[in-house]
């Protein structure tokens, strides 16, 4: 039996539900006490001139760089921000390249995702020394609110589904602190309470990054823990459609979280990050899996975890480089990206472990044709072994975040699979919103921008075991379109699509993911 029931779970829910609300709290309390000290020295100081901003002195052929002067960051410490930096006090840079060097490093410190806007200014030159002032704007860093997720993959699948149905939809509470301590640590809480037509533990998780660690700041870890429960799951493939499993409840069994779920998930890991350069990381990461279904489950899919076994557990391991060149990277413009991930699920040390082993490599590339015109292309690839594997960790396209846009609303299952993806986008409007309440700091200035973008996509799924039923698996996919990028305040991005896939079939699509990674 997987749970008994929520009673049972209180003992340990409660004290990582006070552990979290404490941590936030006292995190809060700790950056409203450090801003109230700096307002009250503000204020009781005059406030000095705003410095004459000018540009590096033609008739020198290089500048030195004397003091860099950092403004805005009232809980984001120093060194978070000096760390994105590639030059110091005392370097030497050609005043040809100081335009280049002064986007770079702008873009650098913005890709923290901690501000809203982030400028960097000559406040002074005298002969060849210069004083800088960096200037950032903070966003709000906590988050406490409800969450509401859908049973549905995506909102697209949920809208065509003709038996949508918002009572399975689950709801919870969400706790995340994006600046915790102002070292840019991440704390986050996620507790799903069930379905809406009734009160079940749906799924648990807890983690806590700490970006920077030793006396380099280079290396940061991110312990987490998840738990989850699923009443149905996505048990087989057919035309390309996913088939639910599904547990009816009855009445008596309303708090019983063992009878309502048919597949359980737990997950205790590590991530450890090293960043050897400002565009150079390696991640790593180990993990382990315990994951359990129901008998009828089983015995309906034997394949699910591969010969009819009920319980899946194992070590993973898994090591990613990025070599990360883009501009901004919540919506990148120019630059490259190119990464490659080695996994291996099953070491070898459990009994029964899975034995899987992929690699997946990525480059994109993104131009700027004139100062409205924007290209980008990416070339993606997976492979995947053996061929035999169980249906529950089979990742093709339209089941993670890579899919042929036109194709949103099939499941193409296999073993490897390849991408090629090319966009050409315009921009329609890119401003700064000021908002008129100074109060609202962390909401002063509210990016807004469109982008129209024509794309087409190609893509190719290999399939040795699933693809009977499933005519689009070992098949040619294409897609093209338009779509409208809307690119708002805090890195929210949503893609309004209009795309026509190689059957001929037209989709108007709300897309959550409109960049290549």
Same mark, same amino acid.
């Given at each position: 039996?997987?749970?008994?029931?929520?009673?049972?779970?209180?003992?340990?829910?409660?004290?990582?539900?006070?552990?979290?609300?404490?941590?936030?709290?006292?995190?809060?309390?700790?950056?409203?006490?450090?801003?109230?000290?700096?307002?009250?020295?503000?204020?009781?100081?005059?406030?000095?001139?705003?410095?004459?901003?000018?540009?590096?002195?033609?008739?020198?052929?290089?500048?030195?760089?004397?003091?860099?002067?950092?403004?805005?960051?009232?809980? +984001?410490?120093?060194?978070?921000?000096?760390?994105?930096?590639?030059?110091?006090?005392?370097? +030497?840079?050609?005043?040809?390249?100081?335009?280049?060097?002064?986007?770079?490093?702008?873009?650098?410190?913005?890709?923290?995702?901690?501000?809203?806007?982030?400028?960097?200014?000559?406040?002074?030159?005298?002969?060849?020394?210069?004083?800088?002032?960096? $200037?950032?704007?903070?966003?709000?860093?906590?988050?406490?609110?409800?969450?509401?997720?859908? $049973?549905?993959?995506?909102?697209?699948?949920?809208?065509?589904?003709?038996?949508?149905?918002?009572?399975?939809?689950?709801?919870?509470?969400?706790?995340? #602190?994006?600046?915790?301590?102002?070292?840019?640590?991440?704390?986050l809480f996620n507790l799903g309470l069930g379905y809406i037509d009734?009160?079940?533990?749906?799924?648990?998780?807890?983690?806590?990054?700490?970006?920077?660690?030793?006396?380099?700041?280079? +290396?940061?870890?991110?312990?987490?823990?998840?738990?989850?429960?699923?009443?149905?799951?996505?048990?087989?493939?057919?035309?390309?459609?996913?088939?639910?499993?599904?547990?009816?409840?009855?009445?008596?069994?309303?708090?019983?979280?063992?009878?309502?779920?048919?597949?359980?998930?737990?997950?205790?890991?590590?991530?450890?990050?090293?960043?050897?350069?400002? #565009?150079?990381?390696?991640?790593?990461?180990?993990?382990?899996?315990?994951?359990?279904?129901?008998?009828?489950?089983?015995?309906?899919?034997?394949?699910?975890? %591969?010969?009819?076994? $009920?319980q899946q557990k194992y070590l993973y391991l898994a090591y990613q480089?990025r070599l990360d060149h883009r501009d901004i990277r919540a919506y990148?413009?120019?630059?490259?990206?190119?990464?490659?991930?080695? /996994?291996? /699920?099953?070491?070898?040390?459990?009994?029964?472990?899975?034995?899987?082993?992929?690699?997946?490599?990525?480059?994109?590339?993104?131009?700027?044709?004139?100062?409205?015109?924007?290209?980008?292309?990416?070339?993606?690839?997976?492979? /995947?072994?053996?061929?035999?594997?169980?249906?529950?960790?089979?990742?093709?396209?339209?089941?993670? +975040?890579?899919?042929?846009?036109?194709?949103?609303?099939?499941?193409?299952?296999?073993? #490897?699979?390849? %991408?090629?993806?090319?966009?050409?986008?315009?921009?329609?409007?890119?401003?700064?919103?000021?908002?008129?309440?100074?109060? %609202?700091?962390?909401?002063?200035? %509210?990016?807004?921008?469109?982008?129209?973008?024509? #794309?087409?996509?190609?893509?190719?799924?290999?399939?040795?075991?699933?693809?009977?039923?499933?005519?689009?698996?070992?098949?040619?996919?294409?897609?093209?379109?338009?779509?409208?990028?809307?690119?708002?305040?805090?890195?929210?991005?949503?893609?309004?699509?209009?795309?026509?896939?190689?059957?001929?079939?037209?989709?108007?699509?709300?897309?959550?993911?409109?960049?290549?990674?």
């Amino acid at each position: 039996m997987i749970v008994k029931s929520i009673d049972s779970w209180r003992r340990y829910l409660r004290p990582l539900i006070y552990i979290c609300t404490v941590a936030i709290l006292s995190s809060w309390w700790q950056s409203a006490s450090t801003l109230k000290a700096q307002d009250s020295a503000q204020e009781e100081s005059s406030a000095p001139s705003a410095p004459k901003i000018i540009v590096p002195d033609s008739s020198y052929s290089y500048i030195v760089i004397n003091s860099i002067q950092l403004e805005g960051n009232r809980l +984001t410490k120093d060194k978070v921000i000096f760390r994105e930096l590639d030059f110091a006090i005392g370097d +030497t840079i050609a005043v040809a390249d100081w335009q280049l060097v002064q986007k770079e490093n702008r873009d650098q410190v913005y890709n923290l995702r901690l501000f809203n806007d982030v400028s960097i200014k000559i406040a002074q030159q005298q002969g060849l020394a210069v004083d800088l002032i960096l $200037t950032v704007e903070e966003r709000w860093y906590i988050i406490a609110s409800p969450s509401f997720k859908l $049973t549905n993959r995506n909102l697209n699948d949920w809208v065509r589904d003709p038996n949508r149905d918002l009572s399975r939809a689950t709801f919870g509470l969400l706790l995340v #602190h994006e600046n915790t301590r102002g070292m840019r640590e991440r704390l986050l809480f996620n507790l799903g309470l069930g379905y809406i037509d009734r009160l079940e533990l749906r799924n648990l998780e807890l983690s806590y990054k700490i970006p920077f660690i030793g006396k380099k700041q280079r +290396t940061g870890i991110r312990p987490f823990f998840s738990y989850g429960f699923n009443r149905q799951v996505a048990h087989k493939t057919l035309n390309n459609r996913w088939e639910d499993f599904t547990l009816d409840l009855p009445e008596s069994s309303l708090l019983y979280i063992d009878s309502a779920s048919v597949q359980r998930q737990l997950r205790i890991g590590l991530n450890v990050n090293h960043r050897s350069s400002i #565009h150079v990381e390696h991640n790593f990461n180990i993990s382990y899996y315990n994951n359990r279904i129901k008998d009828t489950l089983a015995l309906s899919t034997p394949d699910y975890f %591969l010969n009819g076994a $009920t319980q899946q557990k194992y070590l993973y391991l898994a090591y990613q480089l990025r070599l990360d060149h883009r501009d901004i990277r919540a919506y990148p413009l120019e630059g490259s990206l190119f990464s490659f991930q080695a /996994s291996k /699920s099953g070491l070898g040390i459990l009994s029964d472990e899975v034995n899987l082993l992929w690699f997946v490599a990525s480059y994109s590339h993104f131009w700027k044709l004139n100062e409205r015109w924007y290209a980008a292309g990416n070339l993606k690839g997976r492979v /995947s072994f053996p061929a035999v594997q169980p249906y529950f960790t089979q990742n093709g396209l339209g089941g993670s +975040t890579d899919y042929v846009r036109g194709y949103e609303l099939y499941i193409i299952d296999g073993q #490897h699979y390849g %991408l090629l993806r090319g966009m050409i986008k315009y921009k329609l409007l890119d401003i700064k919103i000021k908002n008129p309440i100074k109060k %609202l700091r962390q909401f002063r200035t %509210l990016p807004f921008a469109l982008y129209l973008k024509q #794309h087409t996509e190609f893509g190719y799924v290999h399939d040795a075991y699933y693809f009977q039923g499933n005519p689009l698996n070992n098949s040619f996919l294409f897609g093209t379109g338009l779509s409208l990028d809307i690119v708002a305040a805090y890195d929210n991005l949503w893609g309004l699509e209009v795309s026509m896939n190689g059957r001929g079939e037209f989709g108007f699509f709300v897309a959550f993911k409109v960049n290549f990674e």
